[in-house]
């Protein structure tokens, strides 16, 4: 069986990996997201492309050096009015991007690549549309107070496995797309090339 690599230190990605019975090791990939995303931004990329070509950059890095291995990509970006939102850089941050979102609608992209000897071989991008909630600022600010910890990790400065879920009216897409992996393409893909038994 081929050895399974997940190029990335998120522990929920992992986690969803191993409970769906994947033997996965986890090799985060050192790279420069900020440079490439700023550099496709500039240049008027799509979100999409943005996000498959960071997963794909994390997935290339890794298979350099496991080229026997399969080696999974993950990235994921928020798109909001035209905009790219990132990960907040402080409480202040968190609780703008909130406030910007409130009432409207928001999309996450996240994609998965995988290389071999690479060369990406399987690519997704999920999509989920999410309405936020016309959230109270006072709830805003003791939301951000409560979950900064945890949520200074997530794009949109929410998780909706979390207390964020209490942002939300609307969810269109699947679960754990929102998580950062489109995990049921991921595994009918493994699935069919043999890497799974199915």
């Known amino acids: ?49 943005v996000a498959d070509a960071l997963a794909e950059m994390k997935a290339q890095k890794i298979s350099a050096k496991h080229p026997r291995s399969l080696v999974i990509g993950c990235d994921q970006v928020l798109s909001f009015e035209g905009d790219i939102l990132s990960k907040p850089d402080t409480p202040e941050d968190a609780r ?58 997530s794009v949109g400065a929410y998780k909706l496995e979390e207390e964020g879920v209490r942002l939300f009216a609307q969810i269109q897409g699947d679960y754990f797309t929102v998580l950062g992996l489109p995990l049921l393409e991921l595994l009918s893909y493994l699935t069919v090339r043999g890497d799974l038994e199915g």
């Open 96 to 153: 703008n991007q909130l406030a910007r979102m409130r009432g409207k609608r928001h999309e996450l992209l996240s994609a998965a690549v995988i290389c071999e000897e690479g060369r990406p071989i399987w690519r997704h991008v999920g999509v989920v549309r999410m309405v936020m909630r016309p959230v109270s600022d006072g709830y805003l600010d003791d939301y951000v107070a409560r979950n900064w910890d945890s949520i200074r990790h």
């Open 1 to 49: 069986m081929t050895e399974i690599i997940l190029a990335s230190g998120s522990e929920i990605r992992l986690t969803l990996l191993r409970n769906a019975g994947v033997e996965v090791t986890a090799v985060p990939a050192r790279v420069d997201e900020d440079a490439l995303r700023r550099a496709m931004q500039a240049d008027a990329a799509p979100p999409r492309d």
